[in-house]
């Protein structure tokens, strides 16, 4: 089937026409919700150091609220995003909260946030919502294509009776966001063949069971993203009423904020704002951003033929030359023609930097929390958890619940583990060696010359 050529311009006004009459159907609306928060928590860190899966852990509470991934979808839906706000970098001040244009991120922040309370999906109410929250997902991780909403919410139902026939669930239970999208991409793409699970955070056992023949693809799926893939998998769950706003802390996690921190501030006039430090050994984060580069997703801003990074514009002539991954960071074009792992070491240490020049200007209560502790031992999990659950006044047992369990990959190129990076060495230590690097990493508490693991 030809598909239209659209320019990004055109994708982009698609997709806020789409948004808008969606938008219509999904409860609640809530006003004020900028105004109404009293409590923000930011988790601030770098790419690929850890974020998804820390979130991941959180969400777990139901004494938290979140959106469902990143904000990033939100910001550009609202015109808050290079290039439309005239900035050529993901930064953002006090002065972008004060533009008209916040109507439109209020009201989608707003319909996305949510509480982890239970309820069923035998409620008329709840599974209505969640198929129409699947409906605006979908439609804006493929603003390409024409979604029938109704024939969507058909086989989002569909998908739920396979899985109380087939695979054991109740009626009414929904315990699996990953299976139950797997099921519910296979029926999706009788119709629409372009949606390709490999854009999406799922296991690789599901996409062999399920999508045998399916090829990986190589390139961004259009030529603007809304949504950064690896797409997010939702699951429903309780939208935030009015009352939550002043009782519950919001937690925001998207790495792009180590640049946004003063905006942050500023977008919730009445709220007190917290840093929650996400770090990680630079080696591992470093590490994990070339593996992303030259992985399948993480497309973010589309650059028109800028880049020249050695072992990525080269490697991928097709694309490597137009769109660059990750978080976009202030000064991105100095490296625009740099080797991949000067590329990814500046962006390390860039939003370590920006988060630290913040809180040295910035009276703001920080709490410090290390990845490798995160993903440590059963031991350090307990302990850096109870830690962050007193911090944030919240019942411990959710979250250690989750973290002495099996932790799963989340937005992940491999299951993250401590010393990956050792079959990179020799290409690292160059980057580990600058001086900008090392004052960095020491500022956060790793010695690079005498303890290379961060141990």
């Known amino acids: 089937m030809n598909q239209p050529a659209w320019s990004p311009a055109d994708l982009l006004a698609k997709a806020r026409a789409t948004s808008r009459l969606l938008n219509r159907g999904r409860q609640p609306r809530l006003t004020g919700f900028l105004s109404q928060i009293r409590e923000v928590v930011v988790i ?11 979130t991941e852990i959180l969400r777990q509470s139901p004494e938290l609220i979140h959106f469902r991934g990143e904000i990033n979808p939100f910001l550009t839906l609202a015109g808050l995003t290079p290039p439309e706000n005239g900035r050529e970098d993901d930064g953002l001040d006090a002065s972008d909260a004060r533009q008209p244009r916040l109507t439109a991120l209020e009201r989608e922040l707003a319909l996305d946030a949510g509480i982890n309370r239970p309820g069923a999906l035998s409620s008329p109410g709840l599974r209505r919502r969640f198929f129409r929250d699947l409906g605006w997902r979908i439609a804006m991780q493929w603003p390409q294509l024409e979604i029938d909403q109704d024939f969507l919410a058909s086989q989002a139902q569909a998908s739920l009776d396979d899985l109380v026939s087939e695979h054991g669930w109740e009626t009414g239970e929904f315990m699996d966001a990953q299976l139950f999208h797997a099921l519910f991409l296979v029926r999706m793409r009788n119709r629409y063949p372009q949606i390709n699970p490999h854009y999406y955070d799922l296991s690789p056992d599901l996409i062999g069971a399920h999508f045998q023949g399916v090829e990986i693809p190589w ?29 519950h802390q919001l937690v925001i996690k998207t790495p792009s904020n180590a640049y946004r921190l003063a905006f ?3 977008l919730f006039p009445q709220a007190r704002l917290r840093i929650l430090h996400l770090t990680r050994h630079p080696a591992d984060s470093i590490n994990g951003l070339i593996d992303g580069w030259r992985y399948h997703g993480f497309f973010s801003h589309p650059l028109a033929g800028q880049l020249a990074i050695g ?17 976009l960071p202030p000064g991105w074009r100095a490296l625009s023609s ?44 307990a302990r850096v958890f109870n830690r962050l659950a007193t911090w944030l006044a919240i019942d411990p047992e959710p979250l250690l619940t989750t973290v002495t369990g099996e932790m799963p990959p989340v937005m992940a190129t491999v299951r993250p583990r401590q010393r990956r990076w050792f079959k990179r060495e020799g290409l690292l230590r160059p980057v580990l060696a600058d001086p900008t690097i090392v004052d960095t990493a020491r500022r956060l508490g790793y010695d690079l010359e005498h303890d290379p693991n961060g141990q």
């Open 311 to 327: 072992g990525y514009s080269d490697r991928f002539p097709d694309w490597g030359r137009h769109w660059w991954k990750y978080d």
């Open 264 to 266: 942050l501030r500023a």
């Open 44 to 54: 601030a860190s770098s790419s690929r150091g850890g974020s998804s899966i820390f």
């Open 338 to 381: 740099a080797g991949l792992e000067q590329v990814c070491g500046y962006q390390w240490r860039k939003a370590h930097q920006s988060i630290l020049e913040h809180l040295d200007a910035n009276p703001v209560e920080t709490l410090t929390v290390r990845f490798e502790e995160v993903i440590g031992t059963l031991a350090a999990r």
């Open 219 to 247: 390139g961004p799926p259009a030529p603007l993203l809304i949504e950064e893939p690896p797409y997010v998998t939702i699951a429903p769950r309780h939208p935030v009423e009015a009352t939550d706003l002043t009782r």
